[in-house]
């Protein structure tokens, strides 16, 4: 006999649990009503699959047309997170149909999920309910290339054409078999004489909107005794020739975070070594913002930001990478590349409506 599915909110099953879903729900500035559950005595069922209801609401004043949204979840807020594996995620809209999704981490201290919504009117809202814990029927919506304006995970090694931005003297290109990708990452290993940069491009962006570029990374070449960028990641306006950068600058056995800036100079941030790192430069037609995360496990443990006040006003700017020898010696760099990708960025809010379970009946 086939069994029946009903939705059962997690609420019921302890008192921490009810704590942790009040922090979670927030009353929302407009009336946004989560998903109907029908309710039933969680003791009666065989636990399915878990969900979580996102409420997202347009704030941009005009209709959005398959917009890609995210939510960042504690993983302590999130019920039987251990159930919730990357393969058996996927998001659904409020009539049950599937949403192109990617998740972009899953950590023991947080889960990342994107996911595309054909359309939320202005000033309109809609519900995305996210499962997890049981089979995945649509395996076939995980397309980060359906969610991003670029998307490059590095799983096979591609062309990607010199560039020279200027920002770093005597730019170069990569030579053969300094680019290679390895176990889904793209190592960049080149040997730099004193003096020089090697550059490539990923893409070219028209800014004619805000975008987030955004990139993880990590350096993975031993201390050197140079000053010398073992990684940056640049845009690089070939008409103005304006740009901004984050690296990593490295000297001896001191590692640290720069920012490239036209008008304001270098600015540092503090040590930083070999963990992995969030990267984020934000390009509008009027400025550019970033920001690096350095982070383990999922854990943020250092965050900087700069702004840039040169204007990109629809520019079409290069995107891409480099590595780059500030010192009087030849270096050997090697940088890890996870991933890559370009975002339309618009407002929107996003809440947690409800958090639960599907179980079947007998």
Same mark, same amino acid.
């Given at each position: 006999m086939a069994m029946t599915r009903h939705h059962v909110p997690l609420k019921p099953l302890s008192l921490s649990l009810v704590f942790l879903l009040f922090a979670l729900v927030v009353t929302p500035a407009l009336s946004v009503p989560s998903i109907s559950l029908n309710v039933q005595s969680i003791e009666s069922c065989t636990a399915g699959r878990y969900y979580i209801?996102? *409420?997202?609401?347009n704030l941009e004043g005009a209709t959005l047309v398959n917009q890609t949204f995210n939510v960042t979840i504690p993983a302590d807020r999130i019920p039987a997170y251990s159930l919730l594996k990357a393969g058996n995620v996927y998001a659904v809209d409020e009539n049950g149909n599937p949403l192109y999704?990617?998740?972009?981490? &899953?950590?023991?201290?947080?889960?990342?999920?994107f996911f595309r919504v054909p359309r939320i009117e202005a000033n309109g809202w809609r519900v995305v309910r996210i499962y997890y814990g049981s089979d995945n029927p649509y395996r076939g919506y995980r397309k980060p290339g359906k969610?991003?304006?670029?998307?490059? *995970?590095?799983? &096979?090694?591609?062309?990607?054409?010199?560039v020279d931005t200027g920002i770093f003297g005597n730019s170069q290109s990569f030579a053969d078999g300094e680019l290679q990708v390895k176990n889904g990452r793209l190592a960049v290993n080149s040997t730099l004489s004193s003096g020089t940069s090697k550059e490539a491009q990923l893409t070219t962006l028209t800014v004619d909107g805000s975008y987030e570029i955004v990139f993880k990374f990590r350096r993975g070449s031993d201390a050197q005794n140079s000053t010398s960028y073992p990684f940056y990641m640049f845009i690089y306006d070939p008409d103005w020739e304006g740009y901004d950068y984050i690296g990593i600058r490295e000297k001896g056995s001191r590692f640290k975070f720069e920012f490239g800036n036209d008008w304001n100079g270098r600015k540092m941030g503090s040590k930083a070594g070999k963990q992995y790192y969030l990267g984020e430069i934000l390009v509008t037609p009027y400025n550019s913002t970033g920001r690096v995360e350095k982070f383990s496990n999922g854990k943020t443990l250092v965050s900087h930001g700069f702004e840039n006040y040169y204007e990109f006003f629809y520019s079409t700017v290069s995107v891409g990478f480099g590595q780059a020898n500030g010192g009087s010696s030849t270096v050997n760099l090697l940088a890890y590349v996870d991933w890559v990708y370009v975002v339309h960025r618009v407002n929107y809010d996003a809440e947690i409506g409800e958090m639960g379970v599907e179980c079947g009946c007998n």
């Open positions: 209801d996102v *409420n997202i609401t999704y990617w998740v972009m981490r &899953r950590t023991s201290k947080v889960f990342t999920v969610l991003f304006v670029y998307f490059e *995970n590095f799983n &096979r090694l591609k062309n990607y054409p010199h």
